[in-house]
Structure formats: structure tokens, C-alpha cells
């Protein structure tokens, strides 16, 4: 993302604390919904073949990186590297609204956009 949030944060504009809640709210609502979702359509996979399915394990995991990144992003001594790992992640839903989301924070913390 070139220049970190972290070395944004302790520039001379700084990001203020009320911005980075905005920002962690956002993604906090997002995360919620693809958990939801994940959620559900995990419980709906068929039980006798949900075992050996390589796409059940691909939405447990992804549901499992979302959970460490949502309890994460609730510590404020890790908030800064959630958001990034966040937005410098690969895409999670790979969605246009996931990609919204990215730009819109990204210019709300006036990073750059990679």
C-alpha cells in the first residue's frame, strides 16, 4: 500500500481516532455480512459429502480468517494492522461491494489507492 497506515497515523496530518473507528465500524459491518453469509450457506452444504469437499473447507477457512481479523481489529494496539491487512489483503468475497468498500476507505484515510 506504499506508505503504511501506521506512518500515516504518526505523520504531521495524522488520522484521527474518530476516522479509524469510522473506518474499523465500516469494515466491522461488512465483515458481519460476509460472516452471515458464510454462515449460512456453510449450513446449507449437503452433510453426507461435507467432509471431503475442497469448497467446504475453502468457506470454513474463509470464515476463519475473517473471525481472527474481526477479534483483532477489536484491540486497539492491533486496529492499525487489521485495517491494513484489511485493505492490502486478497479480496475476501471478491465482490464489487468488497471493492467499493476498499476504494471508499482507502480515500477516507487518504491513502494511496495501489
Not at 5 to 10: R, T
Not at 65 to 92: G, H, K, T, W
Amino acid at each position: 500500500m506504499g506508505r503504511s497506515l501506521k506512518s500515516h497515523a504518526a505523520g504531521a496530518r495524522g488520522v484521527e481516532a474518530d476516522l479509524l473507528d469510522l473506518v474499523r465500524d465500516e469494515i466491522n459491518a461488512y465483515t458481519e455480512a460476509m460472516l452471515t453469509r458464510l454462515n449460512e450457506e456453510i449450513s446449507r452444504y449437503p452433510r453426507p459429502i461435507a467432509r471431503c469437499d475442497e469448497q467446504l473447507t475453502a468457506l470454513l477457512e474463509q470464515r476463519a480468517e475473517i473471525v481472527r481479523l474481526v477479534e483483532n481489529m477489536d484491540d486497539p494496539a492491533r486496529a492499525f494492522a487489521c485495517i491494513e491487512q484489511f485493505l492490502d489483503s486478497p479480496l475476501y468475497a471478491g465482490d464489487e461491494a468488497e471493492l467499493a468498500l476498499r476504494s471508499r476507505l482507502k480515500e477516507k484515510l487518504s491513502l494511496p489507492k495501489a
